[in-house]
């Protein structure tokens, strides 16, 4: 992972999320879910998480695409270092949580339940509209 990260492949794969085709996003959001782990690796990954709720958002329902982006947030939220990039994207997670299949469902309660966790999100839960 820290070769990767040091050889510039995490802007790479981040450059890749801006692609035409649904299936290069894909694979370029589990290759940054899978080097997500690494605390150094979510410092640069973390440029790339407006990017990465763009295309939950724009990604059909239930695809492969959306779920991906939503287990890269998974990841992305378990600090609370990174909440102030995904609180204005709680209306679009309720709106996959009443609407989502099963697994859907799943992958965004991971997201609202670890942005949950910081009292500093509390007042957008609150005013949250779907």
Excluded: W
Aim: proline share 3%; glycine share 4%; charged share 20%.
């Amino acid at each position: 992972q820290d070769t990767i990260r040091n050889l510039d492949g995490l802007s790479v794969l981040g450059g890749m999320l801006s692609d035409c085709a649904p299936r290069v996003k894909e694979k370029a959001l589990n290759a940054l879910n899978n080097l997500s782990m690494n605390i150094k690796n979510q410092e640069e990954i973390q440029v790339y998480i407006m990017q990465v709720c763009k295309n939950i958002e724009s990604a059909p329902l239930n695809s492969d695409l959306q779920l991906a982006g939503l287990r890269l947030l998974t990841n992305m939220s378990v600090t609370n270092d990174y909440h102030h990039k995904m609180i204005n994207k709680i209306p679009c997670f309720l709106h996959l949580l009443s609407e989502g299949s099963e697994r859907t469902q799943i992958q965004v309660l991971k997201v609202l339940v670890n942005l949950s966790a910081n009292p500093a999100t509390t007042r957008h839960f609150l005013k949250a509209q779907v």
